[in-house]
């Protein structure tokens, strides 16, 4: 099925949306509408075709704007009779050919006889929802009365179409009439605010509608898997929170109002985009084009935030007034305490008591952001038994609570979620790229991976695109085979840990054990499932950067650009000793976290 | 399910109220597996459960949790565990469990774990964070070549649709968690718990339920199973164990069962 984007107002957005590559592009002539087209048409491909919809318009002013605007289709919307369709394919004034769409509302029901004056002078037809406006309304039609169709025209479905419609959509189009759907067209559901539409969302929609199979294969399915890995392995008590969750969240991201907020407070609180810094003299050093994507410049220093905001968000959604979250070095603590004072709700972060021993700025932190620091006493007291503990009192307080998981891990939804959230660092990659480079996708991606959050979100508008390669880097501790490590694609086998099936590190017996990395973002026994997926399909390149090396890289920053890295960051930096890249490739690096909270690391290992 | 009736059903067609125990295998010494089986079948338990520990129990609260950990410490594994009770069945009668994490059976192999199984003679599995739709789909038909029961918990916040779904695939008993919480976590009954069992027992489920969490003596025993068929005790019965030894274990079973 082709696609056509409706309502289309602003030049930028415009080119925006262009470039997903839909097959029509909307121009509405009605000035009674807020998505009234009052500008130019910017340059865009000419395999989009450009269409003008009109509402009772006189037929001049109509044959005007096709040759101003050099529209390919016109859309009639009124009450246009079939001859004033005629006049537009037979007319000599204009220059080229037109295809004509009738639009017909429909609500409760449709007399399929008035198409018959209109069989032999449009080219579509264009079934919309009936309701107060001529276009627009948001809602869907009961698309089972096109059971009835008698024609064998091919028609654009209209009205209402959303995200959350795919499976609708997937139903309707097994159904016998829809060999006849020649198109679907969006609007309102994509939209921001009236004639501004949701890029991000919009490429989803997009793809999932995308026959090639080939082209969803690195995305979660609808099970909640990516490939072998991923799932909701939950004890039972769970089960209520996390299936509110898996069935609402889809339906609250793609909210216009929702998205609104949550963009807003990335813009005016999180201080994004993050800016997209070409580094000139670590480029020079390595003979190659090294871009880092600023993350450590968000407020309270790292990717974390954008997950934490958009989970704060989700939650008030949902009417949960507690929130709890689990912390490893703090910095997921502190973005979850900060998010929880933004919005004046109660917070609890669980952190095992020997990171709260070696961690204490990070808890100072959290308690003058007004949360609870609670110390895990089981198991190995660290982020692992913080993670269970954070999930027991989950089960304790099924009802009022949402837990912020801090990395792209645990049962479905989370992984899926927290990689949307944190998507936005792809999403702004791309036109970043493109205002420096001139073209949207880098040779490589490249992140540090604990769970793999910032890399996830690094990697996830490039995921399907087949010229970007990405690389997955991990902390080998003091090396891989050293038995103190933490490089989970070399040492994990396939297993469940914390709600899903991934790789993790375990012993034989199937006991999950402890990682060692000198980052302690970084020491995490297992990965998300998604980058388990990645590394399984060989669609990343993993690599190991051990303690040493991190820190060696981590310095070279400070001198060579004057960024003093997270260590965790600092690992995906050591890879250009390891690796040789041409002089001409260009390399966007996820720049995921700031060095102050690691100072004492750096004084330590430096005796600086 | 093989045409031979499962222990487990058996004992659930007799004439009482069942006490269930679940120890960690294990806990407090390595060899006291079956020392602490055997005491507690003579001592008139209808049913046990033998924790197989795992380094990350999600739905145990601090008491099994420590047992565990300490277990693990000892030297129990999966084949530890199984080589232990590889002669039980010569001196005991009663329905035996093997309740565990998924992962350290996903890593034995899902079918020899039940081969193994069968072949002692342990008679079902409770296995908490192996959904029951996953389950259904994936191993069931494991499950039954070998005999095996599988257990599943409900929870005051399960819906009755749900449960339903949870009876149909049971074919022994469903285990009704009394509060959302972890083991261990609270002990007595409110209200809110009699309301529950009530609207449980109100669903007129083909399987019995038994009752586990928050059932620690005799009092809280009696409650639980006004309308159920059995109580399940776990974290009074393992703090019992850490603090008076298992030498007295008779002394506990008979201040529940008084």
């Known amino acids: 099925m082709k696609i056509k984007v409706c309502g289309m107002k602003y030049q930028d957005n415009i080119e925006q949306v262009a470039a997903l590559q839909p097959d029509y592009l909307g121009f509405i002539f009605y000035d009674k509408t807020p998505r009234h087209f009052d500008t130019e048409i910017p340059e865009i491909s000419n395999d989009i075709k450009k269409t003008g919809v009109f509402v009772n318009e006189d037929l001049n002013t109509v044959i005007q704007k096709i040759n101003e605007f050099n529209l390919q289709a016109v859309q009639l919307h009124g009450e246009e009779a079939p001859f004033y369709c005629n006049m537009l394919r037979t007319t000599t004034l204009l220059k080229k050919p037109i295809e004509v769409i009738k639009v017909f509302s429909v609500m409760d029901g449709f007399n399929f006889k008035v198409l018959n004056e209109y069989e032999d002078v449009c080219d579509y037809y264009l079934f919309d929802t009936k309701g107060k406006l001529p276009g627009g309304n948001g809602y869907a039609f009961d698309w089972s009365l096109l059971n009835d169709y008698p024609s064998t025209k091919p028609f654009f479905l209209s009205g209402g179409i959303g995200i959350d419609q795919i499976n609708d959509i997937k139903k309707f189009k097994e159904s016998e009439v829809s060999k006849y759907c020649y198109a679907l067209d969006v609007n309102s559901k994509f939209e921001l605010e009236p004639g501004l539409k949701n890029v991000g969302v919009l490429r989803e929609f997009i793809n999932k509608l995308s026959n090639n199979k080939e082209m969803q294969k690195y995305n979660v399915d609808e099970r909640g898997y990516y490939g072998d890995f991923g799932g909701a392995f939950i004890p039972e008590m769970l089960y209520p929170n996390v299936e509110e969750l898996r069935e609402n969240y889809l339906k609250v991201m793609a909210e216009p109002k929702f998205k609104k907020e949550f963009d807003q407070l990335l813009k005016d609180y999180v201080g994004r985009p993050s800016p997209l810094y070409f580094a000139k003299r670590l480029s020079e050093k390595y003979n190659t084009k090294i871009y880092l994507k600023r993350e450590d410049l968000n407020h309270t220093g790292a990717h974390k935030i954008n997950n934490t905001i958009g989970q704060i968000l989700m939650a008030k959604r949902l009417g949960k007034n507690r929130i709890i979250a689990e912390t490893g070095a703090g910095q997921h603590g502190v973005a979850t305490a900060t998010v929880c004072a933004l919005m004046g709700l109660e917070c609890i972060v669980y952190m095992g008591e020997i990171d709260i021993a070696r961690q204490a700025p990070n808890v100072a932190r959290m308690k003058m952001l007004g949360a609870k620091v609670i110390p895990a006493l089981s198991g190995s007291r660290t982020l692992k038994d913080a993670t269970n503990e954070a999930i027991r009192d989950w089960i304790n307080n099924p009802v009022n609570t949402h837990y912020i998981i801090g990395s792209a891990i645990g049962p479905h939804p989370y992984p899926d979620m927290v990689t949307r959230f944190q998507s936005v660092i792809s999403e702004e990659i791309k036109w970043q790229l493109k205002e420096h480079e001139g073209r949207e996708n880098p040779d490589y991606v490249a992140a540090c991976i604990g769970g793999g959050s910032n890399a996830a979100g690094t990697y996830y508008h490039f995921l399907h695109e087949e010229d970007v390669k990405i690389i997955a880097v991990e902390a080998a501790g003091l090396g891989v085979d050293s038995g103190e490590s933490a490089a989970t694609s070399v040492l994990g086998k396939e297993g469940i840990i914390h709600g899903c099936k991934t790789l993790l590190m375990q012993t034989a017996d199937g006991q999950i054990t402890e990682p060692y990395s000198i980052s302690a973002g970084l020491d995490y026994p297992g990965v998300g499932p998604m980058h388990a997926h990645l590394a399984k399909t060989g669609r990343a390149e993993f690599m190991s950067i051990t303690d040493d090396e991190a820190m060696k890289a981590g310095l070279e920053l400070c001198e060579l650009e004057g960024i003093i890295p997270a260590i965790e960051t600092s690992h995906a930096l050591a890879i250009f000793k390891q690796k040789q890249f041409k002089p001409n490739d260009v390399i966007v690096m996820s720049l995921s976290g700031r060095g102050d909270k690691d100072l004492q690391n750096y004084i330590d290992y430096f005796k600086i | ?258």
């Open chain 2, 1 to 258: 399910m093989t045409e031979k009736m499962n222990r487990i059903q058996e004992k659930l067609k007799e004439d009482k109220k069942l006490l269930s125990i679940y120890f960690t295998a294990g806990y407090p010494n390595l060899d006291d597996t079956v020392k602490i089986i055997q005491e507690l079948e003579n001592n008139g338990v209808d049913m046990i459960e033998i924790g197989l520990p795992f380094s990350d129990p999600l739905a145990d609260g601090p008491t099994i949790q420590d047992s565990s950990t300490k277990a693990l410490k000892n030297g129990m594994t999966t084949e530890v565990l199984f080589n232990q009770l590889r002669n039980i069945r010569e001196t005991v009668n009663i329905p035996l469990i093997i309740m565990g994490y998924f992962n350290p059976m996903l890593q034995y192999g899902v079918e020899d774990f039940c081969k193994k199984c069968q072949d002692i003679g342990i008679d079902g599995l409770i296995i908490p964070d192996l959904p029951v739709d996953v389950y259904h789909e994936e191993y069931k038909a494991i499950f039954d070549s070998y005999g095996l029961i599988n257990v599943f918990l409900i929870t005051p916040q399960t819906s009755d649709e749900r449960i339903k779904y949870i009876d149909s695939v049971s074919d022994g008993f469903i285990y009704m968690v009394s509060s959302a919480s972890t083991t261990g976590a609270k002990s007595g009954f409110g209200e809110e718990q009699s309301e529950y069992f009530k609207r449980i027992n109100d669903l007129n489920l083909k399987n019995p339920q038994i009752v586990g969490f928050g059932i620690s003596n005799n009092s809280t025993f009696k409650v639980a199973t006004t309308y159920a068929k059995g109580a399940i005790i776990g974290s009074a019965f393992v703090k019992h164990v850490t603090n008076e030894g298992i030498e007295t274990i008779p002394n506990f079973v008979n201040s529940i069962l008084k």
